[in-house]
């Protein structure tokens, strides 16, 4: 549906976006990582249409931006850094303005600002005027106003940006919510809001792309993490020594949990989850105590840490 391919963009002597490339499918949910100044806003604003890149090309089912900008204009819906916004309008009056200058035709203007209002909960707030409403409820019409023409891509930058926790999280839902209709590409420098609704995390870099994977994937660690009361030369005989049914390569103890209880071990496994039934069973067989079993999850934020800190462009 989206195919990025080589996107460059320089400002001057700055090259901020680096020959970026990537595809992204019907439905998929992508966040757009990165510390501040690495490149989100100046690729989206390229996606949107409203820069044009200095080298490379995009193509929106098909269409090449470059030569058919408002058809694919028209399928997308963008919400941009500090959404600009009239405070003296009410919001309803500010949609419908959204909403002409959108090209939605006037017969179903009244009934798609009643579907962007109630899709982002905006119904109390419909006729205050934007000065006074909080700045959640500010970046709810922002989203609102990018839903008018039942777009079928989504481009939110920094959708949660300056928003206290209570509002952090009412966005949230409400991105959980718009992920089911559209495919939705969301900027980001937290964390938690990727893990929350991506399936699928691009990391950037000084306008590089150095990571582009499913979060599923991300995520998985290869090592199962064991609860035991035993000697590590005993776990490690028990459970390495029978590698072939269990996939366990190795098995490390833990040194923060030294003394008398129970330890943990961490057995390095290409498929935790699947080794967990079997090392459970092996355990049992042993007459053995199991404290606990489990998969170990990396997340995010050391991955982040990790690949920020890695020096080399990482091809995926
Ligand atoms: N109009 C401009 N003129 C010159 N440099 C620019 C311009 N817009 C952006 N830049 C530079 O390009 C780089 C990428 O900026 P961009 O806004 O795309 O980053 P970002 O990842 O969105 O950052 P943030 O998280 O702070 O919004 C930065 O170094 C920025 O200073």
Redesign the pocket.
Same mark, same amino acid.
């Given at each position: 549906m989206i195919e990025v391919e080589n996107l460059t963009r320089t400002?001057?002597d700055?090259t901020?976006?680096d020959r970026v490339s990537f595809e992204i499918g019907h439905g998929e949910i992508v966040g757009l990582l990165? +510390?501040?100044?690495?490149?989100?806003?100046?690729?989206?604003?390229m996606l949107t249409g409203f820069l044009e890149p200095s080298d490379g090309e995009i193509r929106v089912d098909g269409l090449d931006l470059a030569t058919r900008r408002r058809e694919v204009q028209r399928r997308i819906g963008y919400l941009p850094?500090n959404c600009p916004l009239y405070p003296e309008m009410a919001v309803i009056d500010y949609l419908d303005h959204r909403a002409a200058l959108q090209g939605v035709p006037p017969a179903q203007r009244a009934a798609a600002i009643r579907d962007a209002i109630a899709r982002t909960a905006l119904e109390a707030k419909a006729r205050e005027p934007i000065a006074t409403l909080s700045r959640g409820y500010r970046q709810r019409v922002g989203v609102a106003q990018a839903l008018l023409h039942a777009p079928a891509i989504l481009i939110l930058?920094?959708p949660t940006n300056g928003l206290d926790p209570s509002q952090i999280h009412q966005m949230r839902a409400l991105l959980e919510d718009l992920a089911g209709n559209a495919t939705l590409i969301i900027?980001t +420098?937290i964390l938690s809001e990727v893990e929350a609704v991506c399936d699928r995390v691009l990391i950037?870099r000084a306008?590089r792309l150095v990571l582009d994977q499913p979060l599923a994937e991300l995520r998985a660690g290869d090592r199962l993490l064991v609860m035991l009361d035993r000697p590590p030369d005993e776990v490690a005989a028990r459970l390495v020594g029978l590698a072939a049914a269990t996939g366990v390569t190795a098995c490390t103890p833990l040194g923060e949990d030294s003394g008398p209880g129970p330890r943990r071990y961490a057995l390095t496994t290409a498929d935790p989850d699947a080794a967990a039934p079997r090392v459970a069973r092996r355990i049992a067989e042993a007459g053995w105590s199991l404290y606990g079993l489990w998969s170990e999850r990396r997340d995010l934020d050391s991955l982040f840490r990790e690949v920020n800190a890695r020096e080399e462009v990482e091809h995926v």
């Open positions: 400002y001057g700055l901020a976006v990165g +510390h501040n100044g690495a490149g989100k806003t100046t690729i989206m604003k850094e930058d920094e900027s +420098h950037l306008g």
